[in-house]
């Protein structure tokens, strides 16, 4: 079954931990994207990878860090320094070409700072 | 980098009327307009897409109209169905064979359906 899973589904974490939300495709896309969704609001550009070992920030990446080290995998880190982490987090993965340009997109991971 | 502004933020009509939501870009170079569905709890999906070439694409009851001079495009529901409730997200991007592609959404458009 293809497709892009991120997990956990529900995560908690306490003040002043870092943490790290999984992302996995085997879609065998090169391009690879961490969203930050907070209630009522749209999908904010976190950090986006077109290749193995490089990556870019988004517009909100201060507090997070990702790596890049395998095709399928793109793992986020919610460092101590990100202020208001509680949020809903959401991958997503294409291909780089010019024709077949869909993102697909995991089903989410729920962080709560409690 | 591009900047995609997305009105209304909230959107109610009856159910069997039309909707309309528009977004703006600021990137003249944008040259790929996705649509994505989000219904509650769910992943988005992508539901329709339009490139810088065409003027307008439909697919059944979902149309995009695109107007490159003006900077902005629209998505039109018609015969709007209460299954049509959810949060639609537009994007502007910009395709170039081996350029990193920053993919950018709207605000969200929370469109509800009313029986």
């Known amino acids: 079954d293809g497709g892009i899973t991120q997990s956990p589904k529900y995560l908690f974490r306490k003040e002043g931990q870092n943490v790290t939300l999984s992302c996995e495709q085997n879609l065998n896309h090169d391009a690879m994207y961490w969203y930050r969704q907070d209630p009522g609001q749209g999908l904010r550009l976190i950090y986006y990878?077109?290749?193995?070992?490089?990556?870019q920030k988004g517009d909100i990446a201060e507090g997070y860090s990702v790596s890049r080290e395998k095709k399928e995998s793109f793992p986020l880190t919610v460092t101590s320094a990100q202020k208001n982490p509680t949020a809903f987090y959401l991958c997503?993965?294409?291909?780089?070409?010019?024709?077949?340009?869909?993102?697909?997109f995991g089903q989410g991971t729920r962080l709560t700072v409690v | 980098g591009e900047n995609v502004e997305q009105h209304p933020s909230t959107l109610s009509v009856q159910e069997g009327d039309s909707a309309v939501i528009k977004c703006t870009y600021s990137d003249s170079a944008s040259n790929y307009f996705p649509w994505y569905k989000q219904e509650l709890g769910k992943r988005p999906q992508l539901i329709i897409d339009?490139?810088?070439?065409?003027g307008e694409k439909k697919d059944q009851r979902i149309a995009v109209t695109l107007n490159k001079t003006a900077k902005h495009f629209s998505l039109h529901i018609t015969e709007t169905q209460p299954e049509d409730s959810a949060v639609y997200f537009c994007a502007a991007i910009r395709i170039s064979s081996g350029s990193a592609r920053q993919l950018t959404f709207g605000s969200g458009t929370q469109l509800t359906v009313l029986p």
């Open positions: 997503a993965s294409s291909l780089t070409g010019t024709v077949n340009t869909e993102a697909f």
């Open positions: 990878s077109q290749i193995v070992n490089d990556f």
């Open positions: 339009i490139r810088s070439n065409v």
